[in-house]
Nanobody, 121 residues
Framework: VQLMESGGGTVQAGGSLRLSCVAS????????LAWHRQAPGKEREGVSC????????YYANSVKGRFTIFRDNSKNTVYLQMNSLKPEDTAVYYC???????????????WGQGTQVTVSS
């Protein structure tokens, strides 16, 4: 599966951004699409994921109530609507695909190229 993210940018604290990720290739083999992020000097962390099987969504505690993940299966696209952004949300955001939902790294064997999100205070 190939993944291509877009939608990053620079916003002020309190602002919003919407990220998109298009999956191509063997998409029928995957269940979950996810967003992870990596800030400078930190390890990659799971942000949110969504299962196509039951539609369940999962969020890291740090983004609950501010971020919303949704997908358009007809377009093989997953979105991350990010509201009330904080400077600590600054990171490169990566899209991943897996067979089951997880906010850990292990089920994901590949990532997109990433898109930079910068939140200024």
């Amino acid at each position: 599966v190939q993944l291509m993210e877009s939608g990053g940018g620079t916003v002020q604290a309190g602002g919003s951004l919407r990220l998109s990720c298009v999956a191509s290739g063997s998409t029928s083999e995957i269940d979950t699409l996810a967003w992870h992020r990596q800030a400078p000097g930190k390890e990659r962390e799971g942000v949110s994921c969504i299962s196509s099987g039951d539609g369940n969504t999962y969020y890291a505690n740090s983004v609950k109530g501010r971020f919303t993940i949704f997908r358009d299966n007809s377009k093989n696209t997953v979105y991350l609507q990010m509201n009330s952004l904080k400077p600590e949300d600054t990171a490169v955001y990566y899209c991943g695909a897996s067979l089951y939902p997880s906010l850990g790294d292990s089920p994901y064997d590949g990532w997109g190229q990433g898109t930079q999100v910068t939140v200024s205070s």
